[in-house]
């Protein structure tokens, strides 16, 4: 437990590695958050089926990745785009919790809070 804990706030920690920018310019570190939005959804779905009690835990997370990084246009669209993909993706395959879906929550755990302290490494102030 202590570890999802421990993942969840080094994945908050990445939701405020960017300032708020007024344009809707493509920004380098896009592609990471893309990919950190579709963990998200693919957690939020994976947990909820999992019996995690959580509830929107993962969207809520998800809500504040946008909030923090303020995207507009076709860059918010994007992420949102990928939080359903993560979702919807695993929907399709899985309908009840499975030790394969236990491994991978473990998986996507490990993977977003590898691409949150990277994007904390390289973009934080």
């Not at 939080?83 to 993706?89: I, L, P």
């Amino acid at each position: 437990m202590l570890k999802h804990a421990l993942a969840a706030l080094i994945l908050i920690s990445a939701f405020h590695v960017a300032p708020a920018r007024a344009q809707d310019a493509a920004a380098p570190f896009d592609g990471d958050l893309q990919r950190l939005a579709e963990i998200l959804g693919t957690l939020h779905y994976l947990r909820g089926i999992c019996g995690s009690n959580e509830g929107a835990k993962w969207r809520n997370e998800m809500q504040a990745l946008i909030d923090a990084e303020t995207p507009s246009g076709d860059r918010r669209a994007r992420m949102i785009a990928g939080f359903n993909r993560g979702y919807n993706g695993f929907q399709q395959t899985y309908r009840t919790c499975t030790p394969a879906a236990t491994v991978a929550i473990r998986r996507y755990i490990e993977e977003g809070s590898k691409i949150s302290r990277d994007l904390t490494a390289r973009y934080a102030n």
